[in-house]
């Protein structure tokens, strides 16, 4: 059984008392740590989904230019396979990722 102390003779008591059997003042309430409610706000939720949305078109408009496809606008520089390979749909997936979980948080949150 959990105990905890009395705020005002310093007694231990068991959790399930509301009133303390030595000195008879009234125990404050148990914080119930199940009940709390999530961490984030709406307003955060939001600017994830919006960052996640962000990182995707830039994911799209770097493979754009990188592939070459901006025909008149080529870049100066090479660049690697591997930024077109794997840097950029990397970038892609987590924007996907960051969108879904600002998602998650909003619907978890209502
Ligand atoms: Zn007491």
Do not use: D
Not at 3 to 14: E, L
């Amino acid at each position: 059984m959990p105990a905890r102390q009395c705020p005002f003779c310093g007694k231990s008591v068991s959790n399930v008392h509301r009133q303390c059997p030595y000195c008879r003042e009234t125990l404050p309430e148990v914080p119930n740590v199940h009940a709390a409610q999530p961490q984030w706000s709406n307003a955060q939720a939001h600017r994830k989904v919006r960052q996640g949305m962000l990182y995707m078109l830039l994911a799209g408009l770097i493979y754009y230019f990188v592939g070459g496809y901006g025909s008149p606008f080529q870049l100066p520089v090479a660049f690697q396979p591997i930024v077109s390979q794997f840097l950029i749909p990397l970038l892609f997936l987590a924007g996907i990722g960051l969108a879904l979980y600002g998602y998650y948080m909003k619907k978890s949150h209502a």
